[in-house]
Each structure stands twice: as C-alpha cells, then as structure tokens.
C-alpha cells in the first residue's frame, strides 16, 4: 500500500482486523495511494495547504480570521439526507417505523456496487479516531474511511483522531467500520447506510459533514445507540452544560431538544447581570453518552472533541460565546465573503456580502448570501466557556435531564415529571411546531421523541424500553424536566424572553434537584409558582408569567389523544409502563 512517507512511520501495531478490512476496502475502491492519518498538526497543516492549492478551500482574511477557511460544497449537497439514510438490520422490526429500513445483504451489495473502483485517481485516507477522552472507559473507537481530505480535517476537529485512538483499537480489537466516498455527488447515487448488527456505517455521493463526518450522528448516534442498548447504557442528541450557583454549588445538567429550540444557546449560556454569581461551561452541545455508575447516579461525557454548528443567526447577541469562538481556527463551509475575505452570514449587524455561498456576486433575488445551513466546525477548546470536566475520563455526575419544545401553546415553562418513568413518558412527548423556516405549512406539530427521530438506530419501541430498564438500575436518578421558551399570548407575542434568562427556569430545576424549591402538583407533573422563579430585574408581567405556568386540561386531553395515536404505529412492541404512564395522565386530566 503507498503511504505518504512522512506519516505514521512505522505505524503502530495493527490488529490483523483493521488490516484485513483496509486492504479489503483497498482493492474494492482502487486508490491511487492510502494515506494513514496521525493526526499531527504538520498533517492537517499540509491537508489543508493541499486544498487551498487545488482550489477545494479558501483562506479567509487572516487579519480578521487567523487560522480560518471556507469550503463550498455542491449545491446539491448541503444537508443531511434523511430520505436517504437507512438502518439495516435482519428484522425490519428491529429498525422501526422511525428508521428506513433496508436487507442488509441488499444494502451491502447496492454500496458494494457504488464503491467498486471509485477512488482511482483520488488518495485513501485511514482514519482511526476515538469518541470520547482517550482514557475514558466509556469511550468508543472507529476507523473512517474516505477520499475527502475536506473530511478528514473536520473528524480531527471534532474527534480524538489518529495514533492514539489506532493504538487503543489495537488493544481493544473493537471498532466501527466506516466507509465513505464522496462518488460523483450525484443525489441519485447518494446513500447512507447503517448496519448496527455489525457495528459498519457506508456513506457515498456527499461531502456534507452530517452524511461524511462518519464519527457524527452515524457513529455517535445511530451505531452507538444500538451499542448501548447492547451494553446498558444510553447514546442521545443531548448538550451537557456545568452550571455553578452563588452558593458554590455544581451541578450538570444535560438537555435534549430538537432543531431550532435553543440548544446551542443553553449550552453556551451566558448568564444575566440580573443573576450574579452564577457561572456557566459547556461540556458538550449536541451529544450525550451516559452510563449508570456506581453511586446509582448518572455519568455522562461528549464523545465529541469540536462543534459542527450552524452559523447563521450567530452574533455577540444570540450567543457571545459562539461568535467569539469561531473567530479563529475555524473551518466555515458555505458562508458568504464580505469584499475583504471576511465571513458573513446572516443574522451580522456589520459587514456586507459581495460573494454568495455559491461564490457568485451576491444578488439578493438567488436567495440568501450565507445557505441557511452554512456551517462552522472548530475545536470544543477554542470556546471560552470550555469546561476541563470535558476531558474527564469519569464523566460527569447528572442532576438533571431536561427536554423541550417548541409549542405556542400546551406546554409550560417549565414541569418537572413526577419520577423516572413518568419521565420517560415526557421526552418520548416531545413536539415541535414548525416555524417559517420549515419547508410546508407553519405550526404544524411534529413528534420527535427525546430529540431522537432522526438518529435512534432501532425501533423506539424498544428504545424506549431500554430507558425504563435504565431507570430500575438506579438509586439516585436525575430528576427529568421538560421546558418550553416558545409560548405566545393571544397577540402572538412571546410571553417569555429566554436566551440568558432561561437561567432562572434551571435555577429551580437545580434547586428542586436539592429539595430546596416549591412546587405545585398538576396533571401533567409539578409546576413552579410565580414566587418559586427568581424573577428579580425579569421585564415580564405577572399575568404573563401566570399564562407561562398554566395548564389547560382540554389542549392536554387532546395532547395525550394524540400521543396515543402516536405510540400506536409502534404496536405491542411499546413497553406497558409507557402506556401505564399515558393512562395515569389521561386519568388525572379527566
């Protein structure tokens, strides 16, 4: 196999697995070289120094933005395609109406088909990488590989990639195989495929990072979810965030919700000057791997090592913490170019687009300046508000679980559900009202279960149950809260401001987490009153905030209606303590 001879010479010990399955992958794809990925700072400087001479990247203004390019991927290619995206498994049952579903030996003879010879001319990167710290027993290793350097710089960004996590795979002999080419980028010859049976992931036709970056949602999440209900523990779309009261107090907390709730920005929190003292740190932003420990508590660590988020609406407003972090070392995929090199994207108060996404003079009548998916991906340590806990092989401790919504009406504030199982009820609740921004009609509620529709890689059925089985394994669980910061007045107006005072919602979650806070009994679960809210400095009315804690039985009556009808496209598959739970809701409405 040709190497470049400045990379992993000698290379560390090869279990024979990896070898057999990289010279298998080799012969199939025909490359013209393979390329062993280190890791190293000289590698990835000389990568990207590779693309920017082919033309694959730009250097932004490095007066500005030192250390920072752009990438344009095709216009065809620009998010996750989840039409696409299938889970493999020998018993459709076992990926669920919540998965596409494919025969495996079907989908392994389709990728085959697609791979067979479609390298030559282009290198094999080997990409060993490690999701989580290097040192943690909750970590889990994979191999990627792939023709885009464009990918293998965003997994050394978001991942522990290169010799390390190779020499820890070959002392652990376990690894999930993922195969990825970005083809010819035809969207009728793009798919991605998952087989969890056989820890194996086959992505072809994209270049965008939710269908390459294989260690992401397809590693992270629909592999890993699998593996720990194999396992006993739990793989979820959820931030983790360190939170430190005036009181010296620390708790984490790890929250869950779906596109376009405020997640990035409660992972990033900055607090109001309105509450001194508090202090807030991200340990994640997207992705939980959480497992029981021995205190009968909840440890939870991000298996990732970067953030691949969305740019648009980022500014010193919405998140101060985000924009100052993407200022340098950052790779940007299809923003917009200001007249000198600078990023833009909308949602900037200053600067103005000259070059589009599509790096064509900027006419407002083609669409946006920045695609409204454009992208940043940097280091996890570039944010200011990075926690050292990130790195902790223990993980950390879990006071709360939080999920959310967005809902103009029905849901609360915020509720906390009455135990563990109850609990489980609320998050495989959770809806989301399309906004203006959706593709179709506005307002419309979709179901997405604990933030998970898009990425649990089996049946929900029985995720479900998994989670009801991790609650009997613990004596001192997080309590479960559900939020909603979306609630409008018969105006439309939103009744509650969010962003940092979202702060004063999660200090009575901390301070019911230690029997420190009141509450009502509702229900749907325990409210706060008015008075249990610090509402110090808060500009919101008193009526306001009695409509934000309100719970009106009807819309519930019709809200539990529909998540009966909801739970039965799962058949008896659902676990009866679920249906129980729903029935006691139903039963304390009437």
Request: hydrophobic share 40%; net charge neutral.
């Amino acid at each position: 196999m040709a190497t470049a001879p400045h990379l992993l010479t000698p290379l560390p010990k090869l279990s024979r697995e990896v070898a057999d399955w990289v010279e298998s992958v080799r012969q199939l794809t025909q490359p013209d070289a393979v390329h062993w990925c280190e890791g190293s700072e000289e590698e990835i400087r000389q990568l990207t120094e590779q693309l920017v001479q082919s033309g694959e990247l730009m250097k932004l203004n490095q007066e500005q933005f030192p250390g920072c390019h752009l990438y344009r991927s095709h216009p065809s290619d620009v998010a996750r395609v989840e039409h696409l995206t299938y889970v493999c498994t020998r018993s459709k049952d076992d990926a669920g109406p919540n998965n596409n579903w494919m025969d495996p030996a079907e989908a392994h003879a389709k990728m085959d088909g697609l791979f067979r010879g479609c390298m030559r001319g282009r290198t094999l990167y080997v990409v060993p990488y490690c999701m989580g710290p290097l040192d943690s027993p909750y970590a889990r290793c994979g191999i990627e590989i792939t023709d885009s350097a464009y990918v293998v710089i965003n997994m050394a960004l978001m991942t522990r990639m290169g010799r390390a996590a190779l020499e820890r795979i070959a002392r652990e002999g376990t690894f999930v195989r993922g195969l990825h080419s970005i083809g010819e980028l035809d969207p009728e010859r793009r798919f991605i495929m998952h087989f969890p049976e056989e820890l194996t992931i086959k992505s072809y036709g994209s270049g965008y990072g939710g269908n390459a970056l294989l260690g992401k949602k397809c590693h992270a999440l629909r592999i890993a979810s699998w593996q720990a209900r194999d396992e006993g523990w739990l793989a979820e779309h959820m931030l983790l965030v360190e939170l430190k009261s005036p009181r010296g107090e620390t708790h984490y907390v790890a929250a869950a919700f779906p596109s376009a709730c405020g997640k990035t920005n409660l992972a990033m929190l900055i607090p109001p000057a309105s509450m001194p003292g508090w202090e807030v740190s991200t340990i994640g932003d997207d992705i939980a791997w959480i497992h029981p420990g021995p205190d009968g508590r909840l440890w939870a660590i991000n298996p990732e090592a970067g953030y691949f988020g969305v740019v648009p609406g980022t500014n010193p407003e919405t998140n101060r913490n985000a924009y100052e972090m993407i200022r340098r070392d950052t790779l940007f995929t299809n923003v917009a170019l200001t007249e000198d090199g600078q990023p833009w994207w909308e949602g900037l108060s200053t600067g103005k687009p000259v070059i589009d996404w599509q790096g064509r003079p900027y006419d407002p009548a083609n669409g946006p300046a920045a695609h409204p998916n454009s992208r940043f991906t940097v280091s996890a340590r570039r944010n200011p508000r990075y926690s050292p806990r990130a790195e902790d092989p223990r993980g950390v401790p879990l006071s709360a679980i939080i999920f959310g919504g967005r809902r103009r009406s029905v849901a609360p504030l915020v509720y906390e559900a009455r135990d563990w199982n109850h609990g489980v009820l609320v998050g495989a609740s959770v809806a989301s009202e399309t906004t203006a921004a959706a593709v179709g009609q506005v307002g419309v509620v979709r179901r997405d279960p604990m933030a998970m529709q898009p990425f649990c890689g089996y049946n929900f059925a029985d995720y479900w149950r998994h989670w009801i089985a991790m609650g009997s394994r613990l004596t001192n669980p997080p309590r479960i809260f559900h939020v909603n910061w979306f609630r409008r007045d018969a105006q439309g107006n939103f009744l509650w401001p969010g962003f940092g005072e979202n702060l004063r919602v999660i200090a009575w979650m901390l301070e019911r987490c230690t029997g420190k806070a009141g509450a009502v009994e509702s229900p749907i679960g325990y409210l706060p009153r008015v008075e249990d809210l610090d509402t110090q400095g808060l500009n919101v009315s008193g009526d306001a905030l009695r409509e934000l804690l309100t719970v009106d039985p009807a819309l519930w009556r019709k809200e539990a209606s529909d998540m009966r009808a909801y739970l039965a496209q799962f058949g008896n598959r659902v676990p009866k303590e679920l249906v129980a739970e729903l029935e006691k809701m139903e039963q304390r409405l009437a």
